[in-house]
């Protein structure tokens, strides 16, 4: 029993690359009557194919998809498809890796596609849907994290794992796991396209993410702009954007001191902009000219 884990734990990870090799690279068994050998590319019906349940792209293109269709039409599908025998019902296969072509192939008006046949189980099904998508960048922010919670919650997989799995930091897994905090009709902004991954972190700070997710994608915000909304709004004010603009951020009265200082020693509007890991100096300019004075002061040495 030990070893069989340890084997299993090994094949998850390798991604779809690998898993095409093994298929290749394999000696098929006997296979039952009619039924595609499990070994190279086989030509297999359409009708006989259903997506795989637990695709966690939900979102297809249909202009792209048309697209595709057509080019289909026109060359074929030039890539096979991987698939596995449906463990339900017997001579069918779900789609593994591929879905998009197999369905411009069905908009195409084929009857057959090529394709690999995988015995896969429901980890390796999973896992390799979301390795796909995720190097491809084909998943919205929102699909990518609502496939790492089932990944973890399904199959128990920790954030390292699926980190090294997926190839990326466990920052972004991390990061991207937190889009699930915010409530569903703020997640469809996101699906949507509407506002970035960004935006949507800087908005769980406020009190009624949803409200200041609605704000940004209507005002076209920044995020820096959406994370000032957020404090404020936890501070107590009103997400309210004059001229599409943040509310401005309060100084003392030493940092407008040394502000005023340093414009009149350059002769440009100087701000800062400090907080508790550091800040920023930004000196504003009008021309090519003064933005070549600074320069010069700034490296000017001394003597």
């Known amino acids: 029993m030990a070893d069989d884990s340890k084997h299993k734990q090994k094949r998850l990870g390798r991604g779809l690359s690998a898993l095409m090799g093994e298929v290749e690279a394999s000696t098929p068994s006997k296979p039952e009557k009619d039924a ?33 269709a057509e080019s289909i039409r026109t060359k074929g599908v030039l890539q096979a498809i991987l698939v596995r025998p449906d463990p339900k019902e017997a001579g069918k296969y779900q789609v593994i890796a591929g879905e998009r072509r197999w369905r411009a192939a069905k908009l195409a008006g084929l009857t057959a596609i ?13 896992e390799v849907g979301i390795i796909e998508n995720v190097q491809r960048a084909d998943l919205n922010p ?11 919650k399904r199959f128990g997989r920790t954030q390292d794992s699926l980190a090294t799995s997926v190839g990326k930091s466990r920052v ?16 469809d902004f996101v699906r949507a396209g509407k506002v970035s991954a960004g935006h949507a972190r800087a908005a769980l700070g406020a009190p009624d993410p949803e409200a200041l997710i609605e704000l940004a994608a209507e005002k076209g915000l920044s995020v820096r702009e959406v994370e000032a909304l957020a404090k404020g709004a936890r501070d107590g004010g009103d997400l309210e954007v004059k001229s ?11 940092t407008e001191a040394l502000e005023a200082d340093l414009t009149r020693r350059l002769g440009l509007q100087v701000d800062i902009r400090h907080g508790k890991n550091g800040g920023e100096l930004r000196i504003k300019y009008r021309d090519l000219e003064q933005l070549d004075d600074v320069c010069s002061r700034l490296t000017r040495r001394k003597g």
Do not use: C, S, W
């Open 114 to 126: 090529p394709a690999v046949v995988r015995n896969v189980d429901e980890l390796e099904l999973l």
């Open 142 to 152: 929102i699909e990518e994290a609502e496939a790492y919670e089932a990944l973890m």
């Open 244 to 254: 599409g603009k943040a509310p401005p951020v309060e100084k003392d009265v030493d």
């Open 172 to 187: 972004h897994i991390t990061n991207t796991l937190r889009l699930l905090q915010l409530p569903e009709a703020a997640r």
């Open 36 to 68: 595609p050998v499990a070994t190279g590319v086989n030509e297999i019906p359409i009708d006989h194919i259903r997506r795989n349940p637990a695709q966690p792209r939900r979102t297809f293109d249909e202009a792209a998809l048309r697209e595709l």
